[in-house]
Each structure stands twice: as C-alpha cells, then as structure tokens.
C-alpha cells in the first residue's frame, strides 16, 4: 500500500520569502501525485499534479514542485510567499490497486503560517 | 457548475443516534470516496466506491457504512455515533478515463460532525 509523509507539521516564513514543503511517498512504481491547499473552513482544492513527463510541474498560485524518483519526494515551492498562502498544505498519492480500484492517500499536512 | 455537493454542512448528534451524510456529484465521476478529517491526522479514507453499486473499505471503515446506488451519489451512514465520530467528512469523486490521465479528485466543501 503507498504512503505519504509530510514532515514538517508547521512552518513560519516571513511574506516574500521562499518557501519549500517537503514531502516523501512510499508506493512500488511511479504513482500520481498531488498538492492540495485547504484555508480554513474550506474543503480541499488542487494545486498541482503529477502523472508523467517533465519532472517539474506548474501549478496555481504560483506554485511548483519536483519529482524526485531517486528520492521518493514530491516537494512543494514558491519563490515568493503572500499572506494569503498561509493554509494548510496536503500532499496524496494516488495508485491503483491489483483489483483495478484507484486509492487516494494523503499526508498528515503542514500548516504555513505567513509573518507579515 | 456545482461539483461536489455535501449535506448537511453542519450537525451536532446524541450518542447513538444515527444519521447519514450525503454527497452529489454531477461530473459523472466513476469514483467517489469519503474522508474524516482530524487535527494532526490529515485526511483518512473510511469508504470508498468505484462504480454504481460497487463499495469498499478504505483505512478507517469501522462505525460506518456507504451505499452507492446512483453514480451520481454516495452516501454515508452512522449507525450508532459515538463521540470518537466527531470529525469533519469530505466527500471526493475523481474520473478514470481510458489512459488513467485524469483522476484529480475534486472536494465537496466538508460536514462538521459533532457527537456528544
């Protein structure tokens, strides 16, 4: 069964610095990749994906991040952070089982707090 | 353009009383999945379906059961609620095409479960 760790809970960074969350799954082939953002109150929306190809992808908001097949890490960035980023941040990967279902599983978050 | 469709947002139980949770979509996903959201645990999957009268289990089923008879919906029941269920449940669906290219899951807006 695949995993995902986030292991930063939570991290402070002052508006208009960079920002990198990291994030590191466990799953037996190349599997499909996410971030997603959820403000508070809110439910989940997508930030960016990934399923094949260029190993850096674009996604809203300003936001990118890069497969690391050798690392097993689908990291998170920005080069520069607004007050309106802060937001809970989740990475999911999601793989398809031996039956044909497909699973979605999510890290635990990190909670980005902006310093004005 | 509605997406994912929660009812109710909001609910306050009496231990052991019941009551269910349902979730519309109308992208005419094949799947459709439900997750309890707790402090510091990220998104767990409790049920989830890959098709019209079709359910599983997914990480956390226990206290719960789904029915899938409309592809459209997917509902969530609590037979006998106990305080343990005081959650927040996001309701997801995704699509398979035929490449396996496209299967971001989109969100409903979340219920917040109280029981006491």
């Known amino acids: 069964a695949q995993s995902v760790t986030q292991p930063d809970i939570h991290i402070t960074v002052s508006e208009g610095a960079s920002l990198e969350l990291r994030c590191n799954y466990s799953?037996?082939?190349?599997?499909?990749l996410f971030w997603y953002v959820q403000s508070p109150g809110q439910g989940l929306q997508l930030l960016l994906k990934y399923f094949s190809g260029d190993t850096l992808v674009q996604g809203i908001k300003g936001f990118e991040a890069e497969f690391k097949r050798s690392q097993s890490s689908f990291n998170l960035r920005k080069p520069s952070v607004h007050w309106s980023d802060a937001a809970e941040y989740f990475c999911?990967?999601?793989?398809?089982?031996?039956?044909?279902?497909?699973?979605?599983?999510f890290g635990k978050g990190t909670k980005l707090s902006v310093i004005p | 353009n509605a997406g994912v469709t929660q009812t109710p947002k909001f609910r306050v139980l009496k231990t052991g009383q019941s009551m269910t949770l349902l979730c519309a979509q109308d992208m005419n996903h094949e799947y459709m999945y439900w997750y309890r959201q707790d402090p510091g645990m990220g998104l767990r999957l409790i049920h989830y379906?890959?098709?019209?009268?079709?359910?599983a289990k997914g990480e956390v089923p226990d206290g719960y059961n789904v029915s899938r008879l409309k592809k459209q919906n997917f509902l969530l029941g609590l037979e006998s609620a106990a305080p343990s269920q005081t959650s927040v449940y996001f309701c997801?669906?995704?699509?398979?095409?035929?490449?396996?290219?496209?299967?971001?899951?989109?969100f409903g807006q979340g219920t917040r479960l109280t029981v006491v």
């Open positions: 799953y037996g082939a190349t599997p499909y």
């Open positions: 379906s890959v098709g019209e009268g079709t359910t």
């Open positions: 999911a990967v999601g793989a398809y089982s031996g039956a044909g279902s497909y699973q979605l599983t």
């Open positions: 997801a669906s995704s699509t398979l095409d035929r490449l396996f290219l496209n299967t971001e899951a989109f």
